[in-house]
């Protein structure tokens, strides 16, 4: 058992999205979105949390951090969950940052997924996006979707991560998954070859250059489903993103291929809950005739207006799903007006329906004990965490050798 493991199992208990690593600190947990420290975790020094996060490194990420002070990779911990990781260098000395990513795949009805996305998972062509900030839960909602198509079609499905993060077992699909780096060395070479790979859909984890956004549309027109996911905070501005993309002697045709391609956008933010947790808001795109004759006419700024007449279509923006929850109590008012894009329009409608804005509560107090290591209402640890040797208490590294031994290493 690595070391680390017992740092994940706490996760796992309180709940935390992500750990963070970094030397001469504690290490944190991000929960109900902010950062919490494990109080009773030793610091590391630089020489120690190296040693600490190559425990788990695989062999191929741990050259290429040596190389190149960065790698990303997946870990599984049985029985708790599997880890997306990023090991990187700062000023401090090594540092990690890791995501969990749940072993049980959340379905679309208990994320409650509206209709109309459940209705692009039906499309049998075209590019679907999933677009959000970091961390707001993309990958999930991009799951959900393929086991969704994994229960109710029969196809072919080839994902290309980085990594890996979900795991799919084939149900109804096919479903063949590659990672960047450990079965492909990039997206775009990916992208290419699943051409010669007779796929029904295609799930590229992040559209990052020019090239692979200019292949997944391509693929899109052939007659494929193609999913991918852009860091783009609304809709309208999605479209604007990969148009730009492009030098301007291009953007005329991207835009015409992007028309006839392009069937849907998912934009969505993740709000803190007013009773601890985490909920995200959707915006939803669906591309109808009149939003396709808006891209190619270079006419995107028309598109939220269209949306607000396509709600029989399924369409929202992100004011309309802000203004919903906070309606529902899920969120608080001061939240919706902190995740919203238009600010005006958001306060407008809050304030008409009767909230106060100004002086509002924090969303999520989180204890101001010193001694508390998470959130009020978190259960403590089943288990202690070990002790390593503590810099601060003059720990020898031959003191830490002899813990590594004592774990079993």
């Known amino acids: ?113 509206p209709p109309a996305i459940l209705e692009m998972c039906e499309l049998h062509k075209g590019l679907v996006l999933v677009t959000g900030p970091t961390g707001s839960g993309k990958s999930t909602t991009l799951a959900a979707m393929v086991d969704h198509i994994n229960r109710t079609r029969r196809d072919h499905i080839i994902t290309i991560e980085d990594p890996i993060e979900f795991v799919h077992e084939d149900n109804q699909c096919l479903i063949n998954q590659r990672e960047v780096g450990g079965h492909t060395q990039s997206f775009k070479r990916a992208l290419r070859a699943a051409l010669r790979e007779d796929p029904d859909i295609v799930l590229v984890g992040e559209m990052r250059d020019l090239e692979t956004i200019e292949i997944a549309i391509e693929t899109a027109e052939t007659g494929h489903l193609v999913f991918g996911t852009l860091h783009t905070t609304t809709a309208p501005s999605t479209v604007d993103r990969i148009i730009d993309q492009f030098p301007a002697d291009r953007q005329a045709q991207i835009r015409t291929m992007l028309s006839s391609s392009l069937k849907g956008v998912v934009a969505q933010t993740l709000c803190k809950k007013t009773e601890g947790g985490r909920v995200a808001a959707l915006e939803v795109l669906v591309v109808n005739s009149a939003i396709s004759n808006q891209i190619r006419e270079g006419k995107t700024h028309q598109i939220p207006s269209m949306m607000q007449m396509g709600a029989r279509e399924g369409m929202r923006l992100l004011n309309d799903s802000l203004f919903q929850l906070a309606q529902a109590g899920t969120i608080s008012p001061k939240e919706a007006l902190a995740k919203s894009v238009d600010k005006g329009a958001i306060r407008s409608l809050l304030e008409g329906a009767g909230f106060v804005l100004d002086g509002a509560a924090p969303v999520h107090e989180l204890s101001t004990d010193s001694g508390a290591s998470a959130p009020m209402g978190t259960e403590e640890p089943k288990s202690p965490l070990p002790s390593v040797p503590k810099p601060d208490e003059g720990a020898s590294d031959d003191a830490f050798e002899r813990f590594k031994q004592m774990r079993g290493r």
Request: without cysteine.
């Open 1 to 113: 058992m690595a070391w680390i493991d017992s740092l994940f199992t706490r996760m796992h208990e309180v709940g935390a999205s992500d750990l963070h690593m970094t030397s001469g600190r504690k290490p944190m947990l991000r929960v109900s979105g902010e950062m919490v420290t494990i109080d009773e975790a030793p610091l590391l020094k630089p020489e120690q949390m190296r040693q600490v996060l190559l425990e788990i490194t695989p062999e191929i990420n741990a050259a290429q951090f040596e190389q190149e002070k960065d790698t990303d990779f997946a870990y599984h911990l049985e029985g708790v969950a599997r880890f997306r990781a990023n090991l990187f260098e700062d000023h401090r000395g090594p540092g990690g940052v890791f995501r969990v990513i749940p072993e049980e795949i959340l379905t679309a009805e208990q994320l409650g997924l």
